[in-house]
């Protein structure tokens, strides 16, 4: 089993991330080859960077309370309305590449999430 690295560079993005639209998270965990995992926080009333999804990924919540999926006019992934729900720790998603959106924490509690992209 490999250890993983924060893979930040000097200019504060992240290795392997070409621009602030391939950003779908606050920081990267680890990546190899195959996978970047993602750690993703908001607080409330916070809305995240507009940003693209290239691959197919797994999110897992850690924690919050309701979020918001707020999609750009491009999108072409499954979510391409505005979309509001509860968060419930513990719960995945597989959700396929596409999208182009923003998360807003539209609850009272920070939110925080595992976002795993899949290279292959």
Known sequence: MSE??????SNGVDEGVDSEMDRVGSKVLFENERVRIWE???EP??????????????????EG????????????GEYAEYMEADVVP???????KGGVERARNVGAKAYHEILVELKD
């Open 4 to 9: 993983g690295s924060e893979n930040e560079s």
């Open 40 to 42: 993703f926080k908001l």
């Open 45 to 62: 009333g916070e809305t995240g960077n507009l940003h693209r999804h290239a691959l197919d990924y797994v999110l897992v919540q850690i």
């Open 65 to 76: 309370d309701r979020m918001a999926v707020v999609p750009d006019a491009s999108s072409q």
């Open 90 to 96: 513990g719960q995945h998603f597989w959700i396929e």
